[in-house]
């Protein structure tokens, strides 16, 4: 169910889904802010907002609160149940991620049927999907002003298996939006059958830089598709280069220890326990720098939302 009204600056049609009714958000046709009604064709409540000034060095807080503000978070006990949210999570996500199974059937004509159960892989899934739910959550409550951790819930059975499904959704379309350049070059280099690997590293690296800025769009706009335009992302990116790349860089250090480390099997406690160790420490490392670079997504909004498609 959507929510259809009309901008309170240029009276442009806006719709957004029901859950994200009261929250704030922003027209795409004119960049006023305003509350979503509750309500189909409720009337849309303006918010004022600072203006960026200046070209560039708008807010220039925004290291302050990145580097040094944040910290805060891990010492203030009313932010203490979300991080227990994502220390669960991650810890669900690596010790189940490699339970899976595999029965073979045999039938009466003496052969057999595989039948495969990804019970870890599916539970991951989950956990993961509930943690980019959490890290849009922090990116949109930070871009708007909240220093704390949000406690949002993802409501009831129904809306909790909406929000997961959305959430999963768009870390797969936004991903595989960011890293066109990546399937573009593999195609080249397929069609020619050549193997030069190494080339990829660039438009992976290219791609993961710019994932940060576009889940930044799908949080603070609410609208999925809104992540189509590669030309705002681009653009975005530019004019906020210095900043962005702070919180880029935690994006991707967030990703890559999500998936360098993200399971465990007791092969590798008997093989090498020092590297089971830094696997499960990386994991968690991995949560953390999470919650930090959705913080510092949000902050890069909040500080230069003027530059922000």
Same mark, same amino acid.
């Given at each position: 169910?959507?929510?259809?009204?009309?901008?309170?600056?240029?009276?442009?049609?806006?719709?957004?889904?029901?859950?994200?009714?009261?929250?704030?958000?922003?027209?795409?046709?004119?960049?006023?802010?305003?509350?979503?009604?509750?309500?189909?064709?409720?009337?849309?409540?303006?918010?004022?907002?600072?203006?960026?000034?200046?070209?560039?060095?708008?807010?220039?807080?925004?290291?302050?609160?990145?580097?040094?503000?944040?910290?805060?978070?891990?010492?203030?006990?009313?932010?203490?149940?979300?991080?227990?949210?994502?220390?669960?999570?991650?810890?669900?996500?690596?010790?189940?991620?490699?339970?899976?199974?595999?029965?073979?059937?045999?039938?009466?004509?003496?052969?057999?049927?595989?039948?495969?159960?990804?019970?870890?892989?599916?539970?991951?899934?989950?956990?993961?999907?509930?943690?980019?739910?959490?890290?849009?959550?922090?990116?949109?409550?930070?871009?708007?002003?909240?220093?704390?951790?949000?406690?949002?819930?993802?409501?009831?059975?129904?809306?909790?298996?909406?929000?997961?499904?959305?959430?999963?959704?768009?870390?797969?379309?936004?991903?595989?939006?960011?890293?066109?350049?990546?399937?573009? /070059?593999?195609? $080249?280099? %397929?069609? #020619?059958?050549?193997?030069?690997?190494?080339?990829? @590293?660039?438009? &992976? !690296?290219?791609? *993961?830089?710019?994932?940060?800025?576009?889940?930044?769009?799908?949080?603070?706009?609410?609208?999925?598709?809104?992540?189509?335009?590669?030309?705002?992302? /681009?653009?975005? $990116?530019? %004019?906020? #280069?210095?900043?962005?790349?702070?919180?880029?860089? @935690?994006?991707? &250090? !967030?990703?890559? *220890?999500?998936?360098?480390?993200?399971?465990?099997?007791?092969?590798?406690?008997?093989?090498?326990?020092?590297?089971?160790?830094?696997?499960?420490?990386?994991?968690?490392?991995?949560?953390?720098?999470?919650?930090?670079?959705?913080?510092?997504?949000?902050?890069?909004?909040?500080?230069?939302?003027?530059?922000?498609?």
């Amino acid at each position: 169910m959507s929510i259809t009204f009309r901008c309170p600056e240029c009276n442009g049609v806006c719709a957004f889904e029901a859950i994200h009714a009261g929250r704030r958000a922003r027209c795409q046709e004119c960049d006023t802010v305003f509350i979503i009604p509750s309500a189909d064709g409720g009337k849309a409540e303006k918010v004022k907002i600072k203006e960026v000034e200046g070209d560039g060095d708008a807010f220039s807080g925004f290291y302050r609160a990145a580097l040094v503000e944040t910290w805060g978070l891990f010492t203030k006990k009313e932010n203490a149940a979300g991080l227990a949210l994502v220390v669960t999570l991650v810890t669900i996500k690596f010790f189940l991620w490699n339970f899976n199974f595999i029965f073979a059937i045999p039938t009466q004509r003496g052969t057999v049927i595989t039948v495969y159960l990804f019970f870890g892989l599916g539970i991951g899934a989950i956990t993961l999907g509930i943690l980019f739910w959490y890290c849009m959550e922090i990116i949109y409550s930070t871009g708007y002003g909240t220093d704390n951790l949000p406690t949002n819930s993802m409501g009831a059975w129904v809306d909790f298996a909406i929000t997961l499904l959305r959430s999963l959704y768009v870390f797969i379309v936004v991903m595989a939006i960011v890293q066109l350049p990546t399937l573009a /070059v593999f195609g $080249i280099l %397929k069609f #020619f059958g050549l193997d030069w690997w190494w080339v990829l @590293a660039f438009p &992976i !690296a290219a791609g *993961l830089f710019a994932f940060a800025m576009g889940i930044l769009i799908v949080s603070i706009s609410a609208d999925v598709f809104s992540v189509l335009r590669i030309d705002h992302i /681009v653009r975005s $990116i530019r %004019k906020v #280069f210095a900043p962005y790349c702070v919180c880029a860089a @935690a994006a991707m &250090i !967030a990703l890559i *220890l999500g998936f360098v480390c993200r399971g465990f099997n007791f092969k590798m406690l008997g093989d090498n326990f020092l590297l089971a160790m830094l696997s499960c420490i990386g994991n968690f490392a991995g949560g953390i720098a999470a919650v930090i670079a959705a913080r510092w997504i949000g902050l890069v909004f909040r500080h230069y939302s003027g530059y922000i498609a």
